[in-house]
């Protein structure tokens, strides 16, 4: 019962609390670029679907580490969680700057996400590693597409993005050298369809 409220409190706090990070955010010593409202409603969009992204990560590797039965991937999953709050830190305190806000969605892709990574948690450790590998392979895709899609004046945004990049190839790297298995192509596909409902909801919501 204690592990089930603590799994709960996590739960909400990743959808409705503040992050904190204990790393500088990326972007600190980055002045605020003079940019028009078109250009700031665009790059808020994709720092929204970033930081989307970053809570489904949490719920993926929350329902991944629970069904999980090897300690080392366990620990693996556990350990990228914790960079990921501070992913979430960063495109948090990024939306507030230009003077957006998260998307409304954020429940229900937690929900999705949380019963995603129970799944794979559950099929066994290769393929739950598999899975953490190739999810942060597509979210490593979709930032270097950002980073090109981002206006060129928004250097606070492409540094935090790119900090990111590093983290999650990083995650890749760690998940293939503890065993990871290679997700057969349907499944890849399928991952990279429900990315895009994903992401161009989440872009405007």
């Known amino acids: 019962m204690d592990k089930l409220i603590s799994e709960f409190d996590r739960a909400l706090r990743t959808v409705f609390a503040p992050a904190a990070s204990v790393r500088p955010h990326p972007d600190a010593q980055i002045d605020e670029p003079a940019m028009d409202i078109a250009d700031k409603r665009h790059a808020a969009g994709l720092m929204r679907v970033n930081h989307c992204g970053e809570v489904c990560a949490q719920a993926l590797y929350q ?56 799944t794979a948690g559950l099929v066994g450790d290769r393929w739950n590693l598999g899975f953490l590998a190739e999810t942060e ?7 270097d597409a950002h980073l090109s899609k981002l206006p060129q004046a928004d250097e606070k945004s492409r540094a935090i993005v790119r900090q990111m990049h590093a983290d999650e190839t990083a995650h890749a790297e760690t998940a293939v050298a503890l065993g990871a298995a290679p997700l057969p192509l349907p499944v890849r596909l399928a991952m990279r369809s429900m990315s895009k409902v994903m992401t161009g909801l989440s872009y405007r919501l």
């Open 63 to 118: 329902g991944q580490a629970l069904t999980a039965r090897d300690p080392a991937a366990r620990e693996a999953l556990r350990s990228a969680a914790h960079e990921e709050v501070e992913h979430l830190a960063w495109t948090e305190r990024r939306l507030q700057e230009l003077g957006s806000h998260k998307s409304v969605l954020n429940p229900l892709w937690y929900a999705g996400s949380l019963a995603i990574g129970v």
């Open 137 to 143: 392979r597509q979210v490593s895709a979709h930032l």
